[in-house]
């Protein structure tokens, strides 16, 4: 018996029969992801009608068993003029059944990307397609191949339903020899065979991708630094920050940054009322304030990643979020196209609380991403400066690392390397040190102080008081979507006149190092 199995499993007849079943699978395959990806991408996006269709679609084809839809297209694409044969009518059909499946295994693959990736590479001036192409469809991978692989296993068997439509596959083919020869488990134990050992390829080409796309199983560089701790910013670190660093102040502009009547809601929800702020070349704003405040969806509207709802906020003379016309009248921008093009014209950085490196990529290649595929800068300049950038933060040989393998600190050195590499004329802050251990706030707080005292134009969203006192040209206090209060270091810091003010600061600070502030100012009510 066994050898009458492997016999029929040997059998050229049934070799040709799983070679047809291989071609509809494969050209199902192909197809099916396409399609798949192309629904997913429609459903998880912003057009109203087509989250409908797609809904639609899949309710639909998930619903109904794949034979019978392979029978209803073989009957009617004939009555609309369609004689596509029985093998692409196979193909036809088993492509819109799979694409269903495919498009939820992609939707799941697309929302495990962490948003923060997506708003990294939006702050670089990154287009969706490029961080689609470098991040998320990548990563997205990763996560959907296991379930990939199942359905292109379980698509090879699907191919036997084609044999109700006459197409000579290896199902067919078994069928019609059993019929001649009426060897019943010799001829079908030799066609299971064949699928077992497509199958079984197929597993083995899984596990291989899944070892290639996982980059968190990835030991780290050989010549990685292996010192037991993080390394010390270099000497020269001033220098190297230096030729990055943008110290002239663009002509005829007084201020770098200038927002006016800026209101942002989300809902009925007023995060930013009215919010007016100038930023002069070279200043180094730190805004203050409880959590809540509206600090971070500031920074977020100054870089163009939120849309003002009303307001005006202009980067390097480029107008970001709103088009003002001749008649004085605004509109908010919301095409995402534009958005990325003004972005990347104003050249604003910005370094997020959770570091936000592209984790599928080393440290060279996060920073080099959008120099070399945005800002179509030389990729050889580009990775010397990134080579100089990571020396300068005391990651000099971390080039070639995953950010897996970095502390919390070193990330967030990186994060400030990127944002330096793209040479921004502003650099946003939010946080920055909020999601470090204790030991690991000096060393970013260093490099920060760093960038300051080169000129680099700064706005950082902080509760770090020490580094605003010692760091700052002004600090901004904001609470309830307002600016309540501005000036130097030593005026908000050490001699509020707001209460409210007053209030954060013995909270932040507690009230004795805040006695003086405790002293009603000349005007403030007894």
């Known amino acids: ?36 990806l192309a629904l997913a991408l429609a459903h998880n996006g912003k057009i109203r009608f087509l989250r409908w269709l797609v809904g639609g679609y ?50 799941g693959g697309l929302m495990a990307v962490k948003q923060g990736q997506l708003d990294a590479g939006a702050a670089l001036g990154m287009s969706p397609a490029t961080v689609f192409r470098l991040v998320r469809g990548p990563q997205a991978l990763r996560v959907v191949l296991p379930g990939l692989c199942t359905l ?9 339903l084609a044999s109700v439509i006459a197409v000579d596959e290896l199902t067919l083919r078994a069928q019609q020899e059993v019929s001649r020869t009426f060897q019943f488990v010799a001829v079908f134990g030799g066609a299971a065979a064949i699928y077992i050992v497509v199958n079984t390829v197929i597993a083995f080409v899984q596990r291989a991708l899944e070892k290639k796309l996982d980059y968190t199983r990835r030991k780290p560089p050989r010549d990685l630094p292996s010192a037991p701790g993080d390394q010390p910013p270099a000497a020269e670190a001033k220098r190297l920050l230096d030729e990055v660093v943008l110290s002239e102040a663009p002509p005829g502009r007084p201020h770098v940054v200038s927002a006016r009547g800026v209101v942002k809601q989300f809902g009925d929800h007023v995060v930013l009322n009215g919010v007016d702020l100038d930023v002069r070349h070279g200043e180094v704003v730190c805004v203050i304030g409880p959590s809540g405040s509206g600090k971070t969806t500031l920074l ?63 440290v060279g290649k996060n920073l080099a991403a959008a120099p070399v595929r945005t800002q ?40 400030i390397c990127r944002a330096l590499a793209a040479q921004p004329s502003v650099l946003l802050f939010d946080e920055p040190t909020s999601a470090l251990d204790p030991e690991k706030v000096g060393e970013v707080l260093q490099i920060m102080q760093e960038l300051g005292e080169l000129g680099m134009t700064m706005i950082v969203s902080t509760h770090e008081m020490s580094f605003a006192r010692r760091c700052a040209t002004r600090v901004v206090f904001m609470d309830g979507g307002n600016i309540v209060e501005s000036g130097t270091p030593q005026q908000i810091l050490e001699n509020p006149r707001e209460p409210r003010t007053r209030q954060f600061l013995r909270t932040v600070l507690g009230d004795g190092v805040l006695a003086v502030a405790s002293v009603p100012a000349e005007g403030d009510e007894k």
């Open 58 to 107: 899949l309710w639909v084809i998930r619903r109904t068993p794949v034979l019978l839809q392979l029978i209803f297209w073989y009957n009617a694409l004939p009555a609309i003029g369609l004689r596509l044969g029985g093998e692409l009518t196979a193909i036809w059909s088993l492509t819109i059944a799979f694409a269903a499946f495919v498009c939820e295994l992609s939707r």
């Open 300 to 362: 977020r509207c100054l870089n163009n990643l939120e849309p003002v709802t009303s307001g005006v906020i202009e980067v390097n003379g480029v107008e970001l979020g709103t088009r003002t016309d001749r008649s004085g009248a605004r509109t908010v921008i919301t095409s995402e196209r534009r958005r990325v093009r003004d972005r990347a014209r104003a050249r604003v950085g910005m370094v997020f609380q959770q570091f936000n490196l592209f984790e599928n990529l080393t």
């Open 1 to 36: 018996m066994l050898n009458d199995i492997l016999g029929y499993a040997t059998l050229p007849y049934f070799l040709e029969g799983i070679l047809v079943a291989l071609r509809i699978a494969g050209a199902t395959l192909v197809l099916s992801l396409l399609l798949g």
């Open 152 to 160: 292109a296993t379980y698509l090879v068997k699907e191919t036997s």
């Open 376 to 415: 179509k800068r030389d990729p050889e300049e580009v990775r010397r400066v990134a080579g100089r950038l990571l020396s300068a933060v005391g990651l000099a040989g971390y080039g070639n690392a995953y950010p897996h393998q970095l502390s919390g600190g070193q990330q967030q050195r990186v994060a």
